[in-house]
Nanobody, 120 residues
Framework: QVTLVESGGGLVQAGGSLRLSCAVS????????MGWYRQAPGEQRELVAA???????TYADSVKGRFSISRDNAKNTVYLQMNSLKPEDTAVYYC??????????????WGRGTQVTVSS
C-alpha cells in the first residue's frame, strides 16, 4: 500500500517562492524514483522534476535554475523548492513515486495534487 500526501501549495506573487512537500507512506514497496508533475487546465500533465535512486535529477527546461528537487529517504519525503516563480508556473502540482513492489514488479503512484497560483 502506497499513499502520497502533498502540501505547500498556495498563492504567491511573481518572483516569490514556495516549497512543496510530498510525504509517502509505503509498505512492501521499494522506491526508485520520486518526482513532481504539473498540469494546467486544458493542458497535458508534464514532468517538472524527478530524482532517482542513484542520485541523479531531471528538470524540465522551463524550470532549470529556478526549481530544485530533493528527497529525505529517512522520512520518505520529496520536496520541490520553487524560486523566481512566474505566472506560467500556475498549475496543479502532483507528486509521483515509482519503484518495485514485493514481487519485483514496477508500479507508479500519484498524489491528489496541490494548487500553485502565481499572480502577476
Amino acid at each position: 500500500q502506497v499513499t502520497l500526501v502533498e502540501s505547500g501549495g498556495g498563492l504567491v506573487q511573481a518572483g516569490g517562492s514556495l516549497r512543496l512537500s510530498c510525504a509517502v507512506s509505503v509498505s512492501t514497496f521499494s522506491i526508485n524514483t520520486m518526482g513532481w508533475y504539473r498540469q494546467a487546465p486544458g493542458e497535458q500533465r508534464e514532468l517538472v522534476a524527478a530524482t532517482h535512486s542513484g542520485g541523479s535529477t531531471t528538470y524540465a527546461d522551463s524550470v532549470k535554475g529556478r526549481f530544485s528537487i530533493s528527497r529525505d529517504n529517512a522520512k520518505n519525503t520529496v520536496y520541490l523548492q520553487m524560486n523566481s516563480l512566474k505566472p506560467e508556473d500556475t498549475a496543479v502540482y502532483y507528486c509521483n513515486v515509482g519503484g518495485l513492489n514485493e514481487l519485483g514488479y514496477p508500479r507508479d503512484y500519484w498524489g491528489r495534487g496541490t494548487q500553485v497560483t502565481v499572480s502577476s
